[in-house]
Nanobody, 115 residues
């Protein structure tokens, strides 16, 4: 059973930064698709950013220029650096390995932004 353990998040002031980490119980070196998704209350889960094995990234327009995804294959960890957090960013953030349809999900830490 693959486990994804997320950390980070919490309460952040608007304009501030936070970093989420997602540590996998398996080697991520050969994982072709990884990403971060988020779900706000009353809304559907949406893609924040994805990254392929080759490093190609796809950011949602709302976070482009503010969020950065990275991966450390040696640590089997994926990160999401979030800068200039805005009032529309609060949500539960989920790490995903292997794609949203058949992949694995983290537990989803809450990110709250205070104004």
């Amino acid at each position: 059973q693959v486990q994804l353990v997320e950390s980070g998040g919490g309460l952040v002031q608007a304009g501030g930064s936070a970093r989420l980490s997602c540590a996998a119980s398996i080697s991520i070196g050969s994982i072709t698709a990884m990403g971060w998704y988020r779900q706000a209350p009353g809304k559907q889960r949406e893609l924040v950013v994805s990254i392929t094995y080759g490093g190609y990234t796809n950011y949602a327009g709302s976070v482009k220029g503010r969020f950065t995804i990275s991966r450390d294959n040696a640590k089997n960890t994926v990160y999401l650096q979030m800068n200039n957090l805005k009032p529309e960013d609060p949500a539960v953030y989920y790490c995903n390995l292997g794609g949203p349809l058949t992949g694995y999900w983290g537990q989803g830490p809450q990110v709250t932004v205070s104004s």
